[in-house]
């Protein structure tokens, strides 16, 4: 029996190094071959063994910074990103309180909109938002790409199931104290509401921060763009260089993946919410 | 003391549609009302710049797209992508769940491993597998390829090849995504109560009973909700297309968003692109409609 389970065990631990590795090469071919001089990048990517760099370089590095405005792409990335979720986790919280906890005419038939709403991707309205920002005359700036995506019909669908699963003893307690709805959701609601902030928060993070489509339908600019169509713009850019492409690639996914090795926890949780809630 | 508590309640209720304005003045403007927009401009010959009249052209747009080999091609390579991708991702997220749901050490770090390239971007990472994919001998996957058939693999140029490219993309999509997937299974995996396992064992089930008995109907929720979200990402398809293949070769990889954004922003023809997001759209309603009810098909069951 014990001989069983040790063999089990190994079993499961070498299939798991087996997946592992498929996940760590590519990565691995990235982090290595941006140190590489540019033409061993493409002869050695075959070779396992050798995709450790003979001798580090950050020639890689200095030429992006040479060739594009890295710096530009990764501000913008950062400024978009952070405009989004801070304005999203304050219009969407918001909502979702008032259809959690208050009354008011058009509540009820506004939530099944609300509701109704998720179900439609950017993809599907990508066209005419496209034609609506043009004739606004919004296209090429940093508020196209921000103001279109705060409003969120699943960020408001997070908070209004959180929402509602809160006692509302302290809510009922701050009241009879006094305090407005202002109050309460600020001083009370809020800060009971962590977790689920920290979810919207992450999720839409994520999804912004890689977002390619829309940059792409709307920006022509170099000091708008961000990162995902900097790199987009940067592979397509003659030469081509395999070593600059992955020192681009190793600057732009560091970054998040410190915040993620930083707030796994909640990066994993957010993540799990979305099949408990969807 | 009636007409001052009403008077409450008319303010509270202006308060509340203060509070709920601004997300839902958003949703109107860019969700909703592009929405509409675009069923109307579907029946119409918008086109950005264009001196001709707007006119109303009934269904033609629709007939046009699908006469149109292109647009075909995108709906058959976005089904089979969804073919292919759905099961193997699944299963894969499922098997990786079951591996790290194991009470063995080290299994935190492979989890955090596998959930990695969530938080890469997609066009990163397509930019990255184009190298694996690279042609030749000297590229990674036929290295690999050649190494396990011995020598006998033919290397190929795969983003360059109509019956590989898109097995490639799919290759690429699983390998980022696999991890979110992988994490709801886990999730959905923890929360079985244990002792429907100790009852099993107590009736002599073996693990192979105990998975096909409890953890899979216990998951069936969770495994929905995964095919039903991969199901809809695969038709959502376009960051690894325009950077890997530009639909190419001969629309071998090309897809419905790939052909909506061409049409609206190559061609200008927004009616056209218009109607390509309609059938998209109303790909991923009906996809949503059948996830709800094997959902509550099983709720009446229940």
Redesign the interface.
Known sequence: MRGKQVIS?LF??L??TV??S??????A??LF?SFKPDDQ???Q???LGSLLPAEFSWHNYQDVFARVPFLRYLFNSVFISLCIVAGGLL??S??A???AR????G?DW?LL??VA?M???L??????????V?LLGWRDTYWVQI?????N?FS?YLFYTFFLSLPRELEEAARIDGA???RI?FAIVAPNAKPVFATVAILNF?TQ??A??WP??VTHSEAVRP???G??TF?SLPPLQ?GD??AF?VM??TP??LI??LF?HW??QS??T???K? | MTSAGHQADKRNARLAWLFALPALLGLFCFVLLPFVLSIIISFTNLRLGSPLPLEFMGFSQYQRIFTDQAFLAALRNNSLFALVVVPLQTGLALLLALLINRPLRGMAIFRSLFFMPVVFPLSLVAVVWILVFAPGPQGLLNQLLGTITLGSWQARDFLHDSVWALPAISLTSIWQGVGFQMVILLAALQGIPHELYEAARVDGANRWQQFVCITLPQLRNAIIFVVLVTTILAFRLFDQVQIMTQGGPNNATTTVMYEAVNSAFGSQQVARASAMTVVFFTIVLLITLLQRTVSRHERVIE
Do not use: D
């Open positions: 065990k499961v631990y299939l798991l997946f592992a498929m996940f760590l090469v590519p990565v071919m990235m071959g990048v493409l002869a990517a075959g070779h219009v969407n918001l909502a309180y008032a259809f208050l009354q008011w005419p509540r506004l909109l609300v709403l179900i439609i991707p993809e599907a309205i990508a066209v005419p938002l496209f034609y609506e043009t103001i279109p995506f705060i409003a019909a408001i407005g709805p202002w959701f994520l921060w890689g390619l489509l792409l339908m990162l995902p169509l790199i987009a592979y395999w492409i992955f690639g732009m996914v998040v993946l993620f090795v796994q990066f994993v993540v799990a979305t099949g408990v969807g």
